[in-house]
C-alpha cells in the first residue's frame, strides 16, 4: 500500500479494541485524514503522547481503504501539551478543533485552514490574547475561508458604507435601513466593532473592547455559525469565558 507525509494537527481520538486509537487529523495535503495509530494506548507508549488532541505533527501513514495506518509521527508543535494546563485555553482549544473537522472536507487541500488553525492554537499556547477572542477570531476567518465571511459595517446587500445598527444571519450581516429585513437584531455598535476587529486581526482594538460587547459578540459569531453549519459546535457551551 502506497505511503505517504504530511503535516498534520490533531482534531479528535476515539478507541479501538484494546490498544489501538482511531486518529483524526487536519492534514495540510490531504484534509480530513482518518488512521489507526495502533497500539497507542498501552501504557509506555511513547507514540500515543504525539498523537493527543491539538499537537501538530509530522506523520508517515500508508493508505488503507477505510482507514489509514500510522507508521510514524514526529511532534512539530507540543500545543496539546501545553494548552491541556489552562482550563480556559483548552475548551476554546476543543471548540477550534470540532469546528475545524467540521469545515475541511477529506481528500481535498487543506492549507488555508491548516494554517489558520495551527497559528490559532499558538497564539492560545503563547497567551497572546485573552482565549475567548481568539476563539471567536478563529471561528470568523474559517467562516471566512468557506465563503460565509459576514459583514459587520457595510450593508451585506447592497454595499452601503456604514456602520449599520442592524443585523441579520440570514442576510449576512450588518443591513442598511433600507435593505433590512424582519427578524433582524441590534447589537451594540461596540460589539460590531469588535467583530470587524477580529476579522480583520485588529487586536488593539479587540482587546480594548469590554465584558459585556465581547459576550454579546460571542454569541453573534456561534448564532451565525450554527446558521451555516446547521448543526451548533458542541464543545462551545464548555468554553469559559473571560470576565475582564
Request: glycine content about 10%; charged content about 20%; hydrophobic content about 45%.
Amino acid at each position: 500500500m502506497p505511503l505517504y507525509r504530511d503535516a498534520g494537527i490533531v482534531l479528535r481520538t476515539q478507541k479501538l479494541g484494546e490498544a489501538d486509537r482511531i486518529i483524526t487529523l487536519l492534514t495540510r495535503e490531504r484534509g480530513l485524514v482518518r488512521a489507526v495509530a495502533k497500539g497507542v494506548r498501552r501504557t509506555r507508549s511513547r507514540f500515543g503522547a504525539r498523537l493527543e488532541p491539538a499537537m501538530v505533527v509530522d506523520a508517515q501513514l500508508y493508505e488503507g481503504r477505510s482507514l489509514d495506518t500510522f507508521t510514524q509521527a514526529e511532534v512539530l508543535a507540543p500545543y496539546g501539551e501545553q494548552l491541556s494546563a489552562d482550563y480556559q485555553a483548552w475548551t476554546a482549544a476543543a471548540a477550534m478543533l470540532e469546528a475545524a473537522e467540521r469545515f475541511a472536507a477529506e481528500h481535498t487541500s487543506a492549507r488555508p485552514q491548516f494554517t489558520l488553525l495551527a497559528g490559532a492554537l499558538g497564539s492560545l499556547a503563547a497567551a497572546e490574547h485573552d482565549p475567548g477572542l481568539i476563539l471567536d477570531a478563529y471561528l470568523l476567518r474559517s467562516l471566512g475561508l468557506a465563503g460565509w465571511a459576514p459583514s459587520f459595517t457595510d450593508c451585506a446587500r447592497c454595499g452601503e458604507p456604514g456602520p449599520h445598527r442592524a443585523f441579520s444571519l440570514t442576510a449576512g450581516g450588518s443591513l442598511c435601513p433600507a435593505c433590512r429585513v424582519p427578524g433582524c437584531s441590534a447589537p451594540a455598535p461596540a460589539t460590531l466593532a469588535l467583530l470587524a476587529a477580529l476579522m480583520s486581526g485588529d487586536w488593539q482594538a479587540a482587546r480594548e473592547a469590554g465584558p459585556r460587547h465581547r459576550r454579546e459578540g460571542s454569541g453573534l459569531v456561534a448564532a451565525y455559525l450554527q446558521w451555516h453549519l446547521e448543526h451548533g459546535i458542541r464543545s462551545l457551551r464548555y468554553v469559559e469565558r473571560s470576565s475582564s
